[in-house]
């Protein structure tokens, strides 16, 4: 035992007493306490540096029974034969006959109520469970609060496992350890994304706090690519293993096998969170069988390296940045590091393969969910492929066949930034030249739906050009398509019908059925009811939502209906115009697609005015106005496109005045976009089963380029919380 926890032995325990505020987990605290009022045995689980220690002192000190609370720290120890010795000296006991330390415990405990923290159990848990085992069968009173990086498997264990800090309590942690040194930390940005940085594990932000006295917020987070270099330093006072971040994470790599090192090592090549059939591949061979991956992870899941996650996605692991950067530095001194990198791009490839597929199929709505999970490791992979040159066409490949996440999903800004890499590298012209036309005209097409038309036509007639002198028939047929979307978002309604019906025809001699076959047929039914044909509009639109119907396609349908409400509209019947719209902007707003769901909100706003209500009219106006931000130019700048908007913003105005219909405007724009959606569907009358997307990090605009962001960020800019 340490002097200072020698020294405040008592009768009643030998807790050390705080020394500084205790920041943050009041629900925790409640939590373990609750479980230690339940439960003899209970284990607090977790990385280093998340604070378990600390966070079992503090409830020991709050559930100490009529005998008292007593810590025994066994981090110190190395031999498994002094556990019993160490608990013995813990309690202060004094035996100097020749019967063993367990019998002295027993004798000690039975008739006493105490709570017994054992600290550090990970690298003793043999014998720790055997102790723990024998004297909670020997002592009735005696309670049990371990503390490790993995349980101790002992029968009637509860596991307590602990999260790192919440975003607010990190930052609050942070604030507070910096006023302790002087320094005046205010809660913005930096200290925030810095927080993120850390992963909310307290020692790297106490340590993080201890740099504050030297560098800002921002210089911390610059430096922080070497991050167990600065992180370091720390109380003088505290355990070794808790005096640098490097250090705390060590102790969980030297408790482990050279089996489970070795996966972590691996595992560091995943950006994010990733599914056990993507370890089996990635990390398998060279000592570690894919049939043994799932044993050796299910190690890592049980010391605290790996953590498990449900999400709509299904099961998935993830590892702490923290942890992750820890690995990476191994699997850079393995030298294997390349062949990994190159693993975790080959599976991605084929994932986004597989995702491209299924998106014209019942699991559309699983594709969906699936690719988010997988952003983070398809960024990976992208930034692989476009900075290796052997791998150029696999970079157009990948860039091109994520279409659906680019247009379908939302992601129409990040796309255009991999679109705009992957098309300005040359790959070899080969058979491989394919991977590059897809690249372009996808391109192209999210161009056209972001209203930018100058490069959408340079990419068009790039595409166009090739796939002739390259004789490719799908691709040929994809420009003549998107060209043809091109001339309808330009107001060209004549040459647009012209170029999508020569493509639709293209698509039926090569046998092409897809998703985005049928918005080519949705975008026809466009020209004719914008040239006044609504009959026309209608059968192509019904036949798209037969075929969707067939095939459980969501979004191509989404489209459909929203011209099918267009028509219901035009021919005075708002109501079924508004159940349609009601349809379209649920599943668009499902898939995170803004383009679908902000033309159904402009369409919604001109029915609302029609049946009367011009203030509900302005106010999905407004808030039709602050998605536009994030999609691109409104309404394509499309004469066509802004005609219903005009109108409904003329009627407005006339029935309300100008200054009222401005304040209904301001009104709608201050919604969120998911307030502004569900207030539309509830006006609707629609169902409550309507998915509603999860919030996620959203791309960054900075000083023109598109990259992926930590943040997360909502329509026109605002902050998500």
């Not at 393969?353 to 559309?364: A, I, K, N, V």
């Amino acid at each position: 035992m340490r002097d200072h926890d020698r020294a405040g032995a008592s009768p009643h325990g030998n807790l050390p007493l705080e020394l500084d505020a205790f920041v943050g987990r009041a629900a925790q605290t409640a939590e373990l306490r609750a479980a230690l009022e339940s439960a003899r045995l209970v284990t607090v689980t977790g990385p280093g540096g998340v604070g378990k220690s600390r966070l079992a002192a503090r409830v020991a000190a709050r559930s100490a029974p009529r005998d008292g609370a007593w810590r025994v720290e066994l981090a110190p120890l190395r031999d498994a034969e002094f556990v019993d010795y160490a608990v013995v000296e813990a309690l202060g006991l004094t035996d100097h006959t020749t019967r063993p330390p367990r019998e002295t415990l027993r004798a000690h405990l039975a008739g006493r109520a105490v709570l017994l923290l054992l600290d550090g159990v990970e690298h003793l848990v043999d014998a720790c469970a055997a102790l723990v085992a024998d004297l909670l069968g020997h002592a009735p009173g005696l309670t049990v609060l371990a503390v490790g990086r993995r349980p101790l498997g002992v029968a009637g264990e509860v596991l307590f496992p602990l999260a790192p800090l919440a975003e607010d309590e990190a930052v609050e942690l942070l604030r507070v350890r910096a006023a302790q040194q002087r320094v005046t930390c205010p809660d913005d940005a930096d200290v925030r994304r810095l927080c993120r940085r850390l992963d909310g594990i307290p020692l790297a932000i106490e340590l993080a706090a201890g740099r504050l006295g030297a560098l800002s917020p921002r210089q911390v987070l610059e430096r922080l690519d070497d991050r167990f270099r600065l992180l370091a330093g720390g109380d003088r006072t505290a355990l070794p293993r808790h005096r640098a971040l490097r250090t705390a994470i060590g102790w969980s790599h030297e408790l482990c096998t050279p089996e489970e090192r070795l996966l972590w090592a691996r595992l560091s090549v995943f950006a994010g969170g990733f599914d056990l059939e993507a370890a089996e591949y990635v990390c398998s061979g060279h000592g570690l069988p894919a049939e043994d991956v799932l044993d050796v992870l299910s190690s890592l899941l049980a010391q605290s390296v790996v953590v498990r996650e449900e999400s709509r996605a299904g099961v998935r692991y993830r590892m702490l940045d923290t942890l992750r950067a820890y690995g990476a530095g191994w699997l850079d001194a393995t030298g294997d590091a390349a062949r990994l990198r190159r693993r975790h791009r080959d599976w991605y490839v084929g994932l986004a393969t597989w995702c491209e597929l299924d998106w014209f199929s019942p699991r559309q709505a699983e594709v969906a969910e699936r690719v988010e999970a997988e952003l983070p490791d398809l960024r990976a992979a992208l930034e692989h492929c476009l900075t290796d040159p052997e791998a150029t066409h696999l970079g157009q490949y990948l860039a091109g066949s994520l279409w659906f996440c680019w247009v379908g999903c939302g992601r129409l800004a990040e796309g255009r930034h991999w679109l705009e890499q992957a098309v300005a590298l040359e790959a070899e012209r080969t058979a491989r030249e394919q991977s590059r036309l897809k690249a372009l005209w996808v391109l192209a097409y999210v161009a056209i739906l972001q209203g930018d038309t100058v490069p959408a036509l340079a990419a068009l007639q790039e595409c166009r050009e090739e796939a002739e002198r390259a004789g490719n028939a799908t691709a040929l047929a994809y420009a003549e398509h998107r060209t043809g979307c091109l001339a309808l978002v330009t107001d060209d309604m004549a040459g647009a019908e012209t170029l999508l019906r020569s493509a639709l025809e293209r698509y039926r001699e090569i046998g092409e059925l897809n998703s985005n076959v049928l918005m080519g047929q949705v975008e026809l039914a466009m020209t004719r009811a914008f040239q006044g044909d609504l009959p026309g509009a209608v059968r192509l639109c019904e036949d798209v939502r037969r075929v969707c119907e067939d095939h459980g396609e969501r979004w191509a349908r989404s489209y459909a209906l929203y011209v099918l409400a267009y028509a219901a509209w035009s021919e005075g019947r708002p109501g079924r115009a508004r159940r349609l719209l009601a349809e379209c902007l649920g599943s668009a707003h499902g898939f995170h697609d803004l383009l679908g769901s902000v033309l159904a909100m402009e369409l919604l706003a001109l029915v609302t005015v029609t049946e009367g209500d011009p203030e509900e009219a302005a106010v999905l106006q407004g808030a039709a106005g602050r998605m536009w931000p994030s999609v691109g130019l409104p309404l394509f700048g499309s004469a066509h496109y802004n005609a219903p908007h005009e109108l409904c913003e003329a009627t407005a105005r006339e029935q309300l005045c100008d200054d009222r219909y401005e304040e209904c405007v301001r009104q709608g724009a201050r919604l969120g976009r998911q307030e502004a959606v569900s207030r539309a569907l509830g006006r609707a009358g629609a169902p409550a089963a309507v998915p509603a997307p999860r919030e996620r990090p959203r791309p960054a605009v900075v000083g023109g380029t598109t990259k992926p962001a930590a943040s997360r960020t909502g329509e026109g800019g605002e902050t998500a919380g």
